[in-house]
């Protein structure tokens, strides 16, 4: 089976396993990260902006010194501005017990030109070195890292490969590093993780992925339609504001009336709520409805009634229909695939004492 893009409208990849063995040492994935092995390199994938998302690498206990370096610090120049790499070693030394013993933090300022900070303070008087190199080119260092935060800014041009050394600890420490990844979020993003000595791989990799290393996947259709899921998805809505009666940006409209008069939820457009015009016979109301909301809706309808306390209903269809038992006029302007034109027309006769009101309702 092959599937285009077209056909997979959206994968999830959740690995069931958050730890795997690599070099011979436990990783555990961070946040959302995903870990696999491939080609004998380890990937670290699905990185988001959190900050959260990465690796922890368990030390053994006897271990009494560790180096790691990224082998490509930006692999052709794809790292969008505001990303960084954060390294943190994690363990007792100097004068912290099972606390953070020393950060290396590499942020991509703008094109070319990225900010490389370093913490080792708890270390107390041990100076520590940071070194990137561009090849085999030392191009910046930081050292001396014995209280404040320090920092230097390198200018890396084009796409060159940048290695840097970040730690080496030669304190008595019982530790992990977690490097976390964040900042903003990245697209078909990868780290290389290789252990030391090992031969250097070739970036960017060529990511292929058999059953075996895939514990589950799932394929979500989405109709070409396109129901409410789809919408909120388009309109940028996330699984913390995208529930129907949500009102994120409060203007008084839930998402799912939003859906449905094709508004925008996150901007204040209350503009899209029915309008109401009187002639000599009808109370009129306008507005628009989105196709796709008007498939997925199970109830449709407009309310009126003399009080705001007693309402009746007429059913509001696909197509424009002629005085129901009210009197209740309902005229729909398809406008293609565009959203329809709705004009539903209310007899004044339905007034007590000079009262007419009307709105609308839907559910799905
Ligand atoms: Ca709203
Ligand atoms: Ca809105
Ligand atoms: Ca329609
Ligand atoms: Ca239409």
């Known amino acids: 089976m092959q599937l285009t893009a077209s056909q997979i409208p959206s994968i999830t990849i959740t690995s069931e396993d958050k730890t795997l063995e690599y070099a011979g040492l436990a990783h555990t994935s961070l946040g959302n990260a995903t870990l696999d092995v491939i080609d004998n390199k380890l990937t670290v994938s699905n990185l988001g902006s959190s900050g959260q998302d990465g690796v922890g690498i368990a030390l053994p206990a006897e271990l009494s010194a560790w180096e790691a370096h990224w082998q490509d610090l930006d692999p052709g120049g794809m790292l969008p501005v505001g990303a960084y790499l954060k390294q943190q070693v994690i363990g007792t030394g100097g004068t912290v017990t099972n606390g953070v013993l020393g950060t290396v933090q590499v942020t991509k300022e703008n094109v070319g030109n990225y900010t490389i900070s370093a ?6 008087s041990n100076t520590r070195t940071v070194q990137v190199y561009r090849g085999s080119t030392l ?11 320090c920092a230097t800014s390198v200018s890396i041009s084009g796409s060159a490969s940048v290695g840097w050394w970040p730690l080496y600890l030669d304190v008595d420490f ?7 990844i964040g900042g903003t979020t990245y697209l078909g993003d990868r780290v290389v993780m290789i252990p030391e000595g090992a031969a250097a791989p070739t970036l960017p990799l060529t990511v292929q992925l058999t059953a075996s290393q895939i514990p589950s996947i799932t394929i979500t259709s989405e109709d070409a339609a396109g129901g409410y899921a789809t919408w909120t998805r388009l309109q940028g809505l996330t699984p913390a504001n995208n529930g129907p009666a949500q009102d994120p940006e409060a203007d008084g409209i839930i998402n799912l ?27 009129t109301l306008r507005f628009k409805r989105l196709d796709a909301a008007e498939l997925e809706m199970t109830q449709q309808a407009v309310q009126f009634g003399a009080s705001l306390t007693s309402w009746s209903a007429s059913v509001i269809g696909p197509v424009s229909s ?26 004044r006769s339905k007034a007590i004492a000079g009262q007419l009101f009307g709105r609308l309702q839907i559910g799905k």
Not at 263 to 279: C, F, K, Q, W
Not at 322 to 347: K, L, R, Y
């Open 119 to 124: 913490d080792f303070s708890p270390l107390g």
């Open 139 to 149: 191009v910046a260092e930081v050292t001396g890292q014995s209280g404040a935060l």
């Open 174 to 180: 019982n530790v992990s590093v977690n490097i976390s």
């Open 257 to 283: 009336m939003e859906f449905y008069l094709n508004g925008n939820p996150l901007a204040l457009d209350r503009s899209i709520l029915p309008t109401a015009t009187l002639d000599a016979d009808y109370l």
């Open 322 to 347: 002629p005085p129901d038992g009210n009197g209740v006029i309902v005229t729909v302007s398809e406008n293609g695939a565009d959203p329809d034109d709705i004009t539903v027309q209310i007899p």
